[in-house]
C-alpha cells in the first residue's frame, strides 16, 4: 500500500498555547484539581519541548471547549466535521492529482463523534462521489485507531486491485 496524496484540514480558529492555558484556568474543571495536577498541565501547556505553538480548535470561543456534555459535543462534531473532512479529502485529491470520479472507497478513522448515517456520507456528498463508493466508518477506536485502521485501507486496496482487468 502507499499514499497517492495526503490532505490535511484544520479549524479557521487558531489559539496559543497561553490562550489555552488562561481559558483553562478559568475553567470549572480547574478549580477542582490539586496542585500538583495544576502545575502538571502548566508545565504541559506552556512548556517549549512539547513543539505544540498553536492549536486550530472548532470552537466560537476557547471556553466552548470545557463544555462536554455528550449534545454539545455530538452538535459539535455534526457541525464541523463533514466540512473538515471533505477540505482534507479535497487536499488529498489535488495532491494525487485524481478526481472525485477517480475514488472507490472513503474510509473515515475518528474517535471525535459519530454522525448517523456516517462521516462518509457527507464527505461523498460533499465531494459528489459516485453512489457505487463504498463508505466504511471507523468510529469509537481511540485516538490510536487511526494506524491499525490503515489495515482495512490496504485490504480495500489489495481487492480493487485483484478485481481490476489488466490489458496488454
Known amino acids: 500500500m502507499f499514499f497517492a496524496g495526503i490532505g490535511t484540514a484544520v479549524p479557521s480558529r487558531r489559539y496559543t498555547q497561553k490562550e489555552c492555558w488562561e481559558a483553562l484556568q478559568r475553567s470549572p474543571q480547574f478549580a477542582v484539581l490539586k496542585p500538583r495536577s495544576k502545575a502538571t498541565l502548566q508545565h504541559v501547556l506552556l512548556s517549549e519541548s512539547n513543539g505544540i505553538r498553536t492549536r486550530h480548535l472548532a470552537l466560537e470561543a476557547l471556553e466552548e471547549a470545557f463544555e462536554t456534555d455528550a449534545d454539545t459535543l455530538h452538535a459539535r462534531f455534526a457541525r464541523h466535521a463533514p466540512e473538515l473532512a471533505a477540505a482534507a479529502a479535497r487536499s488529498a485529491l489535488r495532491d494525487a492529482d485524481l478526481q472525485p470520479r477517480d475514488v472507490d472507497a472513503v474510509l473515515v478513522s475518528t ?6 448515517p456516517g462521516l ?3 464527505v461523498g456528498e460533499r465531494l459528489g462521489l459516485r453512489a457505487d463508493v463504498l463508505g466504511l466508518d471507523l468510529v469509537g477506536q481511540g485516538c490510536a ?14 481487492r480493487s486491485v485483484q478485481r481490476r482487468p489488466i490489458y496488454r
Open 111 to 116: 474517535c471525535t463523534g459519530y454522525l448517523c
Open 120 to 122: 462518509t456520507g457527507y
Open 145 to 158: 485507531a487511526a494506524l491499525p485502521n490503515l489495515r482495512p485501507c490496504a485490504l480495500r486496496l489489495r
